[in-house]
């Protein structure tokens, strides 16, 4: 494989993983329809991802998970269980699409960059609901499912047919997280 078809394929994988930060299933629901319609070539261990049965199931999962969401108090207990969740699916992402490496490479890569994206940006979404939970009493959470489904809906799409860009919203919403945590901080110092 070229070395741009590898850096292609990492780019598409850290997308997805972003997009798993936002909704599980629904990037995985995306990588199988991928899959399934030959859009994308997954890692040949990983080709059952683009089964009939996968999108299927991913499907299912994704319609549990965004409706979940829409129910209060329960989307604080899906936020609980989807970190873990999300960095592993980070994780499987950047595996199954990263192909022609050596597995150690491959691992590494994936849990580092694929789990490591997910997990940030799972994290600050579950903070961001928690916060909208105790300060609106959980009113304001439907929009914050309705922004995160649409943003991972766009993250896995854009990650399938421009990994590039993928990988550059990636790099802009890291951007924003440090920008956010440096004015939390800022704020939160004793001042001397």
Known sequence: METFEIILSAFLGVGLAAAVGFRVFLPLLVLSLAGYFNIITLNESWEWAGSLTAVITMGVATLFEIFGYY??????LLDTIALPLATLAGTAVMVATVTDLSPVITWALAIIAGGGTAAAIKGNTSAVRLTSSTTTGGIANP????????????MAVVSIFLPI????????????????????????????
């Not at 129910?71 to 604080?76: L, V």
């Not at 929009?143 to 766009?154: A, I």
């Not at 919203?169 to 001042?191: A, D, E, G, Q, S």
């Open 165 to 192: 860009l993928a990988f550059v919203l990636v790099v802009f919403l890291f951007f924003i997280i440090f920008r956010f945590y440096k004015k939390l901080r800022k704020k939160h110092l004793p001042r001397t």
């Open 71 to 76: 129910i209060p108090w329960i989307d604080n």
């Open 143 to 154: 929009v914050l499912t309705t922004v995160e489904t649409g943003t991972s809906v766009v």
